[in-house]
C-alpha cells in the first residue's frame, strides 16, 4: 500500500467517523436534554411536553449535509494536519458555522416545528469534540502504521543546491509525514563508441556534502528499482532539460512520480501546473495512475468479478478444457510469458487454440486471423474469445485487471520501446482482459502506434466508469462475434 492509498483510506474513514459521531450528538443532546434531568428547567427555551425523538432523527441527514460541506469548505479532510493546533482552532470555527448553517436550516425548512435550541447546542458541542479525537486517533494511527513501513512514499533528490538542503531540512523535521528520504541521485556521461551513456548512482546527504560518493555506476531506471523508489523530484537547474527528458523516458514504463523543483522564474511562468508539497512549489511531470480509493474499488471489483465468473463459468470451462484434450494433443491450458505492471514479467493462461509446438520454429510472433497454426476448435474459441477465460486466474491473482493494455509477449518489448514512442507508458498500470484500444476495433495484429494511442488514452483518462463503459462494450462485441 503507497502512501496516496493510505491517505485515502484515512479520509474515507474520517468521513465515516464524522457521520457517525454527528448522528450519534443528536441522539445523546436529547437525551440530555428531555431525559437525563440534568438541564434546569430555568435554562430550558422549549415548552410543552417531551418531543417524539423521531422528530430529531428527522435532522440526522440534513445535520450531516451541512456538517460535512463545512468541514470540506475548512479543508479539514487532509490526514496529515488533522491533529495539528491549527486544526484545533480550524474546527471551532467550522463547529460555529456549522451551527449557524443548522439553525437556519430550521427555520427555513422545518420552521413549523419548534426544535428544542439546547439540542443544537449540545449536539454541536458533542461533535466538535468527537470530530476532534476521531482525527487525533486516526492520526495517531497513521503513525503507527509509517512506523511499520506501511503506506510510506519512498523519495529520492535529483540534483543538489540550496533549494535541495530546504527540501530535505523539510522531511526531517516532520518524520511521522509517510516519507521516507533515499538518497540523493548524482549522474555522469560517459562517451562510447556507440554513442552517450548517462550513469547515476545514489548517495546520503553526507556523503553528497563530503563529496565521496560510493557505489557503483548504473542506470536511472536500475536505481528506481532496486531501491523501490516511489517519487523522484528533480531539481532544476541543477539537472539540464536534456537530462530530464532522458529520466522521464527511461522511467516511462515504471509507475513513479517525477517531480520538479523549479527556480522562481519557472514558478511564476508556470501556472496552473505547478503543485506544492509543504509549501515548497514542485512541478510534477508524472503522476502515478489507479491509485488510491478509486484503485481499491477497481482491484475488489476485479476479485468479485474474476472469481463470480470462475464460478458460473467453470462448467463452460471444464468442457472446454476436456475437448481441447480429445481434439488435439497437447495440454488444455496454454502458458506464455507475458509483461505486466511497471515491466514484470507473468505467467498468462489461455485455452490452447493452436498446435501444441506453434511457437517452436516461428518463436514470439502475433497470430493473424486465418492463422495456420490454429486447430479447429481453436478457431471456434478465438472467434469467440472463449481461449481467453482462464485469465480470470491471472485478474484472481493480481497479475491482470479486468480492464486495462493487453499484456504484450516479453520477447517483443525490447523492439517496440525502441522503435514506437511511450510504448513503454502502458506499463504504469496492470494490463487487462480487454482495454479501451480492443473494443475500439484494435484487436490482434492491427496498428501498434493506434493501440498505444489507446492505451495512452486510458491510462490518462482512467475513471470506474470508463471501466464499466469497456466492460460492456467487450460484451456486446462477444455477443456480435
Not at 165 to 176: E, M, S
Not at 276 to 290: A, Y
Amino acid at each position: 500500500m503507497n502512501k496516496k492509498t493510505l491517505d485515502h483510506l484515512l479520509i474515507a474513514l474520517t468521513v465515516l467517523f464524522d457521520l457517525g459521531f454527528v448522528a450519534t450528538a443528536i441522539v445523546v443532546a436529547y437525551w440530555v436534554r428531555f431525559e437525563s434531568g440534568w438541564t434546569p428547567e430555568v435554562l430550558a427555551l422549549h415548552k410543552g411536553g417531551t418531543p417524539p425523538l423521531d422528530d430529531y432523527f428527522r435532522l440526522i441527514p440534513l445535520m450531516a449535509i451541512i456538517w460535512l460541506m463545512t468541514l470540506k469548505a475548512f479543508r479539514l479532510y487532509r490526514p496529515e494536519s488533522n491533529a495539528s493546533v491549527s486544526a484545533f482552532w480550524i474546527l471551532c470555527k467550522a463547529t460555529g458555522i456549522a451551527l449557524i448553517a443548522t439553525l437556519a436550516a430550521l427555520f427555513f425548512i422545518f420552521h413549523h416545528d419548534a426544535y428544542s435550541r439546547w439540542v443544537m447546542l449540545l449536539a454541536s458541542g458533542f461533535s466538535f469534540i468527537w470530530l476532534f479525537l476521531g482525527r487525533l486517533v486516526l492520526h495517531r494511527f497513521r503513525q503507527a502504521i509509517h512506523a511499520q513501513g506501511v503506506g510510506v512514499s519512498r523519495i529520492a533528490l535529483i540534483g543538489y543546491d540550496a533549494r535541495a538542503d530546504q527540501f530535505i531540512d523539510t522531511l526531517k523535521a516532520k518524520p511521522n509525514s509517510g516519507y521516507a528520504f533515499v538518497g540523493i541521485i548524482d549522474g555522469r556521461m560517459e562517451e562510447r563508441r556507440d554513442g552517450r551513456r548517462d550513469l547515476w548512482r545514489i548517495a546520503t546527504v553526507e556523503e553528497r556534502k563530503r563529496g565521496k560518493v560510493e557505489g557503483a555506476y548504473e542506470g536511472i531506471l536500475e536505481i528506481v528499482r532496486n531501491y523501490r523508489l516511489d517519487t523522484l523530484f528533480i531539481s532544476s537547474p541543477t539537472v539540464s532539460n536534456e537530462t530530464i527528458l532522458q529520466i522521464l523516458h527511461a522511467c516511462e514504463g515504471v509507475p513513479v512520480q517525477i517531480n520538479l523543483l523549479p527556480e522562481l522564474s519557472e514558478f511564476i511562468k508556470g501556472g496552473t501546473a505547478i503543485t506544492f508539497f509543504d509549501g515548497i512549489p514542485v512541478l510534477q511531470l508524472q503522476e502515478t495512475p489507479i491509485q488510491g480509493v478509486q484503485g481499491i474499488v477497481k482491484r475488489l471489483i476485479d476479485i468479485v468479478f474474476s472469481l463470480f465468473a470462475l464460478i458460473v463459468l467453470s462448467p463452460l470451462m471444464l468442457t472446454i478444457a476436456i475437448a481441447i484434450r480429445l481434439t488435439s494433443p497437447g495440454k488444455a491450458i496454454f502458458r506464455q510469458e507475458r509483461v505486466g505492471r511497471a515491466g514484470n514479467p507473468f505467467n498468462i493462461y489461455k485455452f490452447r487454440s493452436m498446435r501444441a509446438d506453434a511457437e517452436k520454429s516461428v518463436g514470439h510472433i502475433w497470430a493473424k486471423t486465418d492463422d495456420p497454426r490454429q486447430t479447429p476448435l481453436g478457431k471456434f474459441l478465438r472467434r469467440w474469445s472463449l481461449d481467453e477465460l482462464p485469465q480470470f486466474f491471472n485478474v484472481l491473482k493480481g497479475d491482470m485487471s479486468l480492464v486495462g493494455p493487453r499484456p504484450e509477449m516479453s520477447g517483443l518489448i525490447d523492439t517496440f520501446s525502441e522503435s514506437i514512442p511511450h510504448y513503454l507508458a502502458r506499463q504504469r498500470v496492470k494490463s487487462g482482459m480487454t482495454g479501451w484500444a480492443q473494443v475500439n476495433g484494435l484487436r490482434g495484429n492491427t496498428s501498434l502506434e493506434e493501440r498505444i494511442s489507446y492505451d495512452r488514452y486510458y491510462i490518462e483518462n482512467w475513471s470506474l466508469g470508463l471501466d464499466i463503459k469497456i466492460i460492456l462494450k467487450t460484451l456486446w462485441a462477444i455477443k456480435k462475434g
